[in-house]
């Protein structure tokens, strides 16, 4: 067990990166957890978590506007989504932006959606810059004084683990039900 606190200490800020630039959430949960049992440091797993989070929707927005046709042949499966996206813009306007980093299922979604339309990439940029800060301290301050919990949680999934793929299908199609609701073709 040991073993694996240094591996994850040693190549946790790597993956904590990697995983981050296409979402994150779990990745910084765990980092911050882990900063709570004294193996990884908060503060670096946030900045790096905010500065993959960032990196990530930039590349989104920047391939839907310059790599459209790239970008359209990998989202074709996934139009009803990309339109609920659209929605969710005129919606919500800008405020969709820090919304999307805390909704999964659309997290990718919303920057390809805004890199399609003429949205000022500027706007873009600083509004996405301050929702990853907020989404990073969120996370990771609130994961980390939740250390306690999640450890003992994690515990209890250990000592009986026909929890874990319950909460997986329970989470996983609470989601789909949600996004098959809302993509749902109307007819009036």
């Known amino acids: 067990?040991?073993?694996?606190?240094?591996?994850?200490?040693?190549?946790?800020?790597?993956?904590?990166?990697?995983?981050?630039?296409?979402?994150?959430?779990?990745?910084?949960?765990?980092?911050?957890?882990?900063?709570?049992?004294?193996?990884?440091?908060?503060?670096?797993?946030?900045?790096?978590?905010?500065?993959?989070?960032?990196?990530?929707?930039?590349?989104?927005?920047?391939?839907?506007?310059?790599?459209?046709?790239?970008?359209?042949?990998?989202?074709?499966?996934?139009?009803?989504?990309?339109?609920?996206?659209?929605?969710?813009?005129?919606?919500?306007?800008?405020?969709?932006?820090?919304f999307q980093k805390f909704v999964y299922g659309i997290k990718t979604l919303i920057p390809i959606a805004i890199g399609l339309t003429k949205y000022d990439f500027k706007r873009f940029a600083i509004l996405n810059i301050f929702s990853a800060g907020i989404w990073a301290l969120v996370v990771g301050f609130g994961s980390y004084y939740s250390g306690g919990f999640l450890v003992k949680l994690a515990e209890t999934i250990a000592d009986k683990p026909w929890i874990a793929p319950l909460i997986l299908v329970i989470f996983g199609g609470a989601l789909w039900i949600y996004l098959t609701q809302a993509t749902k073709k109307r007819t009036n």
Do not use: C, P
């Not at 979402?23 to 993959?52: E, H, Q, T």
């Not at 970008?71 to 009803?80: A, N, P, S």
């Open 1 to 98: 067990m040991e073993d694996t606190f240094s591996n994850l200490a040693t190549y946790g800020y790597i993956g904590l990166f990697l995983y981050s630039l296409g979402g994150g959430f779990v990745a910084l949960v765990g980092a911050a957890v882990l900063s709570f049992m004294g193996k990884m440091d908060l503060s670096l797993s946030i900045m790096i978590a905010f500065v993959a989070n960032a990196l990530g929707d930039f590349l989104l927005f920047y391939m839907a506007r310059y790599q459209k046709s790239m970008m359209m042949e990998g989202i074709r499966k996934h139009r009803r989504k990309l339109a609920l996206s659209h929605m969710l813009m005129k919606k919500y306007g800008s405020w969709i932006i820090l």
